[in-house]
């Protein structure tokens, strides 16, 4: 019997137990593991904010969407599942909202920047591209990948640079709750001889690469160190 073409009777078993069943299929795509969502707390000196991080796997399951919410500021990427980023969103209020895509050995950039519009591309070569490294190099973590060499942009420049990644081993970290974590420390640094000028360090949770922490300086010598935790609690 086709029950969507056949009348229910209005003291059917099935009409009585629909309502339930949607309610039930409602809830498992609602807590599906498919999204994840964390909350950070970023510290700069005696400056800190909170933001949110959410990594949304799209129904082909072979693209992550990874944004991060930082009031004023959106960054959005569309990435493999194994970390290599496709295109990136940024939006900064009021002036701000930049598009960028990698087509073939180039980045190609377009919308406004600083007020300014902004039509270029820049070209690398074959490296991946990985734009939220909070996820790319999670996903170097979980495939025990040692090394690794790729493309970022900085987004407060849209400048392309070449890095390098290094995974240096585990550590007991401290968390924002008092316990201590095991995780996998990764480093990186800028690529070729710029390398020996900057580094920063992330660490990611032993068993479930879940990004925990973050340090790094941005800016010349004297500024203050940047510090971004998992806020667990």
């Known amino acids: ?52 991080w959410r990594a949304d796997r799209e129904q082909d399951n072979a693209t992550v ?19 290599t980023t496709l295109s990136w969103h940024y939006v900064k209020q009021p002036d701000t909202d930049i598009r960028a895509e990698r087509v073939g050995d180039h ?28 996820f790319s190099l999670q996903r170097m973590v979980a495939r025990d990948q040692q090394v690794a060499s790729f493309w970022t942009i900085r987004p407060d420049t849209l400048e392309v640079l070449a890095m390098q990644a290094e995974k240096t081993g585990s550590e007991q970290i ?19 001889l710029m390398s020996a000028l900057w580094r920063a360090e992330y660490w990611f949770r032993q068993g479930d690469h879940l990004f925990l922490q973050y340090r790094g300086t941005h800016g010349p010598p004297g500024t203050a160190e940047t510090l971004i935790c998992l806020i667990t609690s």
């Open 174 to 192: 401290s968390a924002d709750n008092g316990g201590v974590q095991a995780a996998d420390k990764v480093v990186i640094r800028l690529d070729g």
């Open 65 to 83: 969407t990874v944004t991060q919410n930082q009031g004023s500021e959106i960054f959005s990427s569309d990435n493999t599942a194994e970390g």
């Open 1 to 52: 019997m086709n029950l969507a073409k056949t009348p229910l009777p209005d003291h059917s078993p099935v009409r009585a137990i629909l309502p339930l069943c949607l309610a039930l299929l409602f809830m498992a795509v609602a807590s599906s593991p498919a999204s994840q969502i964390f909350r950070y707390r970023e510290q700069t000196g005696g400056d800190s904010f909170t933001f949110t």
């Open 107 to 134: 980045i190609r950039f377009s919308g406004r920047f600083d007020g300014k519009p902004i039509d270029k591309k820049e070209a690398i070569d074959s490296r991946p591209w990985c734009q939220p490294l909070s």
